[in-house]
């Protein structure tokens, strides 16, 4: 048996190449894994459960199934979908794992993150990341109608990638110092995360011992996860 590891596929109406590379991926992949981790930004944006748009039903139908058939499905809030509730989960047959979460992975204990929490660079961001993560905020924005709700992801959609584009490369990506104070503060020598679209191994040393963050990629070109076993683990791509 194996465990499958998936993150930033950013699923969208206007990206249908992405949704088929993804129930391709659930139905020749994913039904034969025992557990399936997606860890954030699956959807590339969030309004609310009560969304009714056709993709995400056909989404939650599918994990569903993939659940039904023993597969444990996993999911870990990210920067677009952090919305997302227990009413969709259990639609979807997903629990939710907070950031931060560390499994035992065939023996080894493994921190799961999102990874947009150890971008500590970003200011801007995390000031952002904390508006919006508070219950009053969150309150306020679910009681809006839906197509206001939509309005206003399409406008932080927007924003999101024309601030993206005036930053400096090493300011998205993660803080060194902060890996390694999050692995230490876990006690793991083993870190999972996505959130950067930079995927690679990266060796380390925690607290004196060797170390490994390994990142998982975005879904455009190509499709990226995580397949872990009792023997090995392994970052896989393939084109889309």
């Given at each position: 048996?194996?465990?499958?590891?998936?993150?930033?596929?950013?699923?969208?109406e206007?990206?249908?190449q992405?949704?088929?590379a993804?129930?391709?991926?659930?139905y020749?992949?994913?039904?034969?894994a025992?557990?399936?981790?997606i860890l954030?930004?699956?959807?590339?944006?969030?309004?609310?459960?009560d969304d009714?748009?056709?993709?995400?039903?056909?989404?939650a139908?599918?994990?569903?199934?993939?659940?039904e058939?023993?597969?444990?499905?996993?999911?870990?809030h990210?920067?677009r979908?952090?919305?997302l509730g227990?009413?969709?989960?259990?639609?979807?047959?997903?629990?939710l794992?907070?950031?931060?979460t560390?499994i035992d992975?065939?023996?080894?204990?493994?921190l799961?993150?999102?990874?947009?929490?150890?971008?500590?660079?970003?200011?801007e961001y995390q000031?952002?990341?904390?508006?919006?993560?508070?219950p009053?905020?969150?309150?306020q924005?679910?009681?809006?109608?839906?197509?206001?709700r939509?309005a206003?992801?399409a406008?932080?959609?927007?924003?999101?990638?024309?601030m993206?584009s005036?930053?400096?490369?090493?300011?998205?990506?993660?803080?060194?110092a902060e890996v390694?104070?999050?692995?230490?503060?876990?006690?793991?020598?083993?870190?999972?995360?996505?959130?950067?679209?930079?995927p690679?191994?990266?060796?380390?040393?925690?607290a004196?011992?060797?170390a490994?963050?390994?990142?998982?990629?975005?879904w455009?070109?190509?499709?990226?996860?995580i397949k872990?076993?009792?023997?090995?683990?392994?970052?896989i791509?393939?084109?889309?």
């Amino acid at each position: 048996m194996h465990t499958l590891f998936i993150s930033d596929l950013h699923l969208h109406e206007s990206r249908p190449q992405v949704t088929r590379a993804f129930f391709h991926f659930l139905y020749s992949h994913a039904i034969h894994a025992e557990a399936l981790y997606i860890l954030g930004d699956f959807f590339d944006a969030w309004i609310g459960d009560d969304d009714d748009s056709e993709l995400l039903q056909d989404v939650a139908s599918g994990l569903h199934k993939l659940s039904e058939l023993g597969v444990a499905i996993y999911f870990m809030h990210g920067n677009r979908d952090f919305l997302l509730g227990k009413t969709y989960a259990s639609k979807a047959g997903m629990s939710l794992i907070d950031d931060g979460t560390v499994i035992d992975l065939y023996g080894t204990p493994t921190l799961l993150m999102h990874g947009d929490t150890l971008c500590t660079g970003d200011t801007e961001y995390q000031q952002f990341r904390t508006m919006v993560r508070s219950p009053q905020w969150q309150q306020q924005i679910l009681a809006q109608p839906l197509a206001a709700r939509r309005a206003l992801a399409a406008q932080l959609r927007a924003k999101s990638q024309s601030m993206n584009s005036l930053k400096a490369d090493d300011i998205m990506d993660i803080s060194p110092a902060e890996v390694i104070a999050q692995m230490e503060a876990a006690r793991v020598t083993r870190l999972i995360h996505g959130h950067t679209h930079r995927p690679a191994r990266h060796q380390l040393v925690v607290a004196g011992n060797p170390a490994e963050r390994i990142v998982l990629g975005d879904w455009h070109d190509s499709g990226w996860c995580i397949k872990a076993d009792q023997n090995s683990i392994d970052l896989i791509e393939w084109k889309i």
